[in-house]
């Protein structure tokens, strides 16, 4: 399987932000390498999941414990971060 295949059905390893916990610091954002956060709305956002790299740095930078890595529903390019293959479910989109 090359690298830039995309998966019709499968599940990224990508944090999870827990809204009731998140203050906005931001100190997530600054530590995600690639950028794949933001603050949306004071809230710390997946925004760019496609360039997630599923590294897990900024679980440890936030000082609320507002995130979780989750396995996740997913399509998209398997290039970038960790991925498994589930054999049949409803797929999502994230845009
Ligand atoms: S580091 Fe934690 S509290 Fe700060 S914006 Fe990110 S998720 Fe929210």
Known sequence: ???SEVFSAGEK???AILADACTGCGLCVEACGPRSLAIVEKIATLAFPDT???EEH???ACPENAIQMIWAPFSGDMGAGQWRKVESQPQLQYN
Do not use: D, H, T, Y
């Open 52 to 54: 997630c790299g599923s």
């Open 13 to 15: 390893w990508i944090p």
């Open 1 to 3: 399987m090359e690298q």
């Open 58 to 60: 900024w679980v440890s």
